[in-house]
Structures are given as C-alpha cells and as structure tokens.
C-alpha cells in the first residue's frame, strides 16, 4: 500500500502561480511512477503530468505543456507540480497517483495508477 497526501492547492489570480506537493508512505516510493490528474465540476478526470520513477521522463498534457512542470525527489518521498500561468481552466481538483512501472513507458490513463490520494483544490479567478 501507498498512501498519498496531497498539499498546496488554494485561491489564485490568473496569471498567477502555486506549487503542489504529494507526500507518500507506506512502500517504497521510489518504485513507483507519479502523476497528476484533475477534474473539475461536471467532467470527467483529466491526464495533468506524470514523472517515470527515477525523474528521467517526463509526460505533460498539451493544455498545461510550457506551463507546468512535475518533478519529484526520491529522498523525501513527494512529488511537486510547479504551476504558472494559471488560467480560470485550470480550476479543479487536483489529484495525484501512483503507477508501477511498465515497459519504460510513463503512462497517461487513469486506470493504470494503482493508489491515489485524496486531492487538493485549485482555484484560479478571472
């Protein structure tokens, strides 16, 4: 089991910018590939961002590509979502996941993360 406890969500201008973090326990987080997903009222959940294990690739959804950047350190257990440029689109909850790794491939669906957490709200204003 891999427990997850997302932090960092808020109230923000557009344009402006907010960090969210991801702590994990439980087994080892190193083994696991991380991602982001969102969702805001009335749709469904959405692919954000996602890191392979070791932090060597990569993978951002075209909508916040140039925007955001995922990130993660293994020595601390938690992985980071470093979000500028908001924009009122972005509003959602925020949710992130873990995946054990498959074929060096970072996936994007949902329905491949094994553990989640609890999720983090996002808010931007116009």
């Known amino acids: 089991q891999v427990q997850l406890v997302e932090s960092g969500g808020g109230l923000v201008q557009a344009g402006g910018s907010l960090r969210l973090s991801c702590a994990a326990s439980?087994?080892?987080?190193?083994?696991?590939?991380m991602g982001w997903f969102r969702q805001a009222p009335g749709k469904e959940r959405e692919f954000v961002a996602a890191?392979?294990?070791?932090?060597?690739?990569?993978r951002y959804a075209k909508s916040v590509s140039g925007r955001f950047t995922i990130s993660r350190d293994n020595a601390k257990n938690t992985v980071y979502l470093q979000m500028n440029s908001l924009k009122p689109e972005d509003t959602a909850v925020y949710s992130c996941?873990?995946?054990?790794?498959?074929?060096?491939?970072?996936?994007?669906?949902?329905?491949?993360?094994?553990?989640w957490g609890q999720g983090t709200q996002v808010t931007v204003s116009s």
């Open positions: 996941a873990a995946a054990t790794p498959s074929r060096g491939v970072v996936t994007t669906l949902g329905r491949e993360y094994d553990y």
């Open positions: 439980g087994r080892t987080f190193v083994g696991y590939d």
């Open positions: 890191i392979s294990w070791s932090g060597g690739r990569t």
